[in-house]
């Protein structure tokens, strides 16, 4: 379980294909700090740690991703030198700064505009059909992992602001148009609208 909030931005350092694919990501996590089998958020995606080590001043850990994770998210699309973002698995005790967020990917959305206004930028997604009716204004969404609050929805559109601090703390400094995103919606979304079909509303 995760809270939408990054923590560290990552690069994946090398792709080995080996039934899965296993990356490796050098991160500013302590090698020490993390342990084999823990849960770390990359891009949104939940994987499992299952090596890590540390090379000179920098860490890194190893994940194996599945051909079914890598065709639902942009996983598919990772190469050296992408930088992610990362979140490690929430603590008890630790502050719920953004959304409960499960790391378990619903879907691809795409960037289909970026507009800045004032010191931010208004971005908007085109988010897949199954997935539009769980999104509403004022509600929250993971986006490549970051926990973000939906300002309008128009069908399968939708737009949140980026802040000039999650540019700088994450990979948004780096959205353009047309990019695709990992997106999770809501999760009381989804329960709320499962409730309403069983009720007939």
Not at 23 to 40: C, H, K, Q, T, V
Not at 59 to 74: I, K, L, P
Not at 136 to 157: D, F, I, Q, R, Y
């Amino acid at each position: 379980m995760f809270t939408g909030i990054i923590s560290d931005v990552g690069t994946i350092r090398s792709v080995e294909d080996r039934g899965d694919r296993r990356f490796r990501i050098a991160s500013g996590y302590p090698a020490e700090s993390i342990d084999l089998g823990a849960s770390i958020a990359c891009d949104g995606v939940c994987l499992t740690v299952v090596d890590r080590g540390a090379e000179g001043a920098g860490s890194w850990f190893d994940v194996d991703v599945s051909a079914e994770t890598m065709a639902r998210t942009t996983a598919g699309t990772w190469a050296a030198g992408r930088r992610l973002n990362l979140e490690r698995a929430l603590r008890v005790g630790d502050e719920i700064g953004g959304h409960i967020v499960s790391g378990h990917v619903d879907g691809v959305a795409e960037v289909v505009s970026v507009t800045p206004e004032g010191d931010s930028l208004r971005v908007r997604f085109r988010a897949p059909t199954a997935l539009a009716r769980f999104i509403a204004p004022k509600g929250s969404v993971a986006l490549n992992g970051t926990s973000l609050t939906v300002n309008e929805v128009e069908g399968e559109v939708f737009g949140v602001n980026l802040i000039p601090h999650t540019r700088t703390v994450t990979t948004w400094s780096e959205v353009a148009e047309g990019q695709k995103v990992n997106l999770e919606v809501d999760t009381l979304a989804r329960y709320v609208a499962r409730l309403a079909e069983y009720s007939g509303a």
